[in-house]
């Protein structure tokens, strides 16, 4: 989901194309030669849903549908009103005389019905009113093929973010048309990794922002293509803003009684059953349909649900031809023009130019027009940051990569050789709910997407941060798979959260990056010269609310004093550490306000006061606290 400005930004450029016609040659081909028909479609219980359908003019063959199924809304409304595909690489498709379509899920904008968010999947589908949204792509798909003028009787289905929640759950509607689908940085587990929790940890600015400022999730009391009215917080520095706003029961009063998700979190706090039913991978059970599985390695909101998707297919669903792409992309930069760089950090060449031309394209005219092979997209395609380089792999993680033991150790030292010694010691610092520690050193109001490549040094120049660094690494290490956070801690109250960020130290004498300037990317765009020397690029970075730390379901208070291990699963990264560079861990107990301050005593945080926030000591073991990195040997 979008949730800061720019991304808004794209979200209406590639969702909302809420756009007069462009006067471009593609933008006049495209008006020239397709029709747009609005339709509603009803479901097996009745409900109607709203479909836009854009048609090419020709009828010398047979053309394949390619369908969105989106919470976003399939505007502009009106016959004469054409979503922008001329914008991006989706004008290709049109140029292949691909049929376009866009739909309204049920209960939002001009669809009829109920909306739930992240809908479970429904395994007893026994009457008409049992329904889900493999149902009703099910029924959409059914409608298409028999009512569309000249389609091929082939679909595929595609989406990013929320949308591709909805094309994950296409693939499980099993419709014989249905021959491809590309869940793109997908909706998966709104408790474990994506959006809105973290391990747990509540992702409070992003889930605020989504439902408060920009209104998702208003009541939907009949169709309508006018937005949910938006709120503009008093302070413009989310820092300052959440700081004051203090505990979380103040943002749900001022979110109101009729967001009902946000409303519903709050009284579930633990990954209950409620969470279970919404994780996308529990349906992921004889997957039919050929899967290209797309998502960014810095992606801000959804870069769990990639990962996960794809290894629950691989797993629950073997006999499925599945395939996964990792760019290094924010939240639906594949998608844009560019894919050149992220904030500082330049990859070399425009990866999402050759993403569209070289695997999704490929991908889909191969399963809907039998064109070209499909030999020549492997199993994972990945992107490799460090070296910049693509990788063609029979299998993710690769065959080669082997979990490798890196020790945090006294004076700050980071070793890969095991301690000589069995003797504890640690380091200490006070985690003060008062001063979090901020999650990037920019002031601004909306969520940043560049944080997940941004300079560290604002970070380890504060004494609540942990530093450990290698000696100048004397040749090239390669990491490709998941990151094992395996600390060992002792607190002085009875519960903590544990950041755990995985850096790149750049060489002193790296110089300045390049400055290219793209005018529909203002905020991520360097506005001058960066100093690369020294600099301490963010690869990985994740958060455990210590409580969860053996069970998402049943929460364990620590007993202050007692040395614990906190250990969890960080996401899969690719990344080449190059000769010369250092590898740098840092380690934290706040991300503010990113995610919500930890009261640091075992409470209900969703009902936490504002007088329940402790200062806290933390200790860090030496020796006996690691990473475990997956390094290509």
Known sequence: MYVCMKKIYLLVFVFFPFLSIAQSADSTWFVNNYIKKEVTISMRDGVKLFVSVYLPKDQSEKHPILMERSPYSCAPYGKDKYRAFWANHLIKYCRKGYIMVIADVRGRWMSEGVFADVRPFNFNKK??????????????????????????????????????????????????????????????????????????????????????????????????SVAAPTYDPPVHDNYQFYLSEGALPNLTKLMGDSLKFWNEMMVHPNRDAWWTARNARVGIKDVKPAMLVVGGLFDAEDCFGAWNVYKAIDKQSPATNNRLVMGPWFHGQWRNNY??????????????????????????????????????????????????????????????????????????KLSFDAPKTDKTSFDTYISDPAKPVPYTEDVHFNRSRNYMTDDQRFAARRTDVLVFQTDTLTKDVALAGPVVADLLVSLSNTDADFVVKLIDVFPDNAGYNDVNIYEDDAENDPVSKYPMGGYQMLVRAEIMRGRYRNSYSNPEAFVPGKPTQVKYTMPDVAHTFKKGHRI??????????????????????????????????????HNQSKLILPVVK
Do not use: C
């Not at 569309?148 to 419709?175: C, D, Q, R, W």
């Not at 569209?356 to 039998?370: D, K, Q």
């Open 127 to 224: 009457t008409n009113k049992d329904i889900d949204e493999a149902s009703d792509t099910y029924d959409t798909i059914d409608w298409l093929v028999k009512n569309i003028e000249n389609n091929s009787g082939k679909v595929g289905v595609f989406g990013i973010s929320y949308p591709g929640f909805y094309s994950t759950m296409a693939s499980l509607s099993g419709h014989p048309a249905l021959k491809a689908v590309s869940p793109e940085a997908p909706v998966t587990d709104w408790f474990v990794g994506d959006d809105f929790h973290h391990n747990g940890a509540f992702f409070q600015m992003d889930a605020f922002s989504f439902y408060k400022e920009f209104g998702f999730g208003q009541p939907h009391p009949h169709p309508t």
């Open 339 to 412: 894919g050149n760089y992220l904030g500082n950090v330049h990859w070399g060449s425009n990866t999402s130019e050759w993403y569209a031309s070289h695997i999704e394209i490929p991908f889909f005219e191969y399963y809907l027009r039998g064109v070209g092979s499909i030999d020549s997209i492997s199993k994972a395609t990945i992107f490799y940051t460090g070296e910049n380089k693509w990788h063609q792999l029979k299998q993710w993680p690769p065959a080669d990569m082997q979990p490798t033991d890196i020790y945090l150790l006294q004076k700050g």
């Open 584 to 621: 740098m861990i840092q380690v934290q107990s706040s991300w503010f306000p990113l995610v919500d301050r930890n009261p640091q005593q075992f409470i209900d945080i969703y009902h936490a006061k504002d007088d329940d926030f402790l200062k806290e000591t933390i200790n860090v073991y």
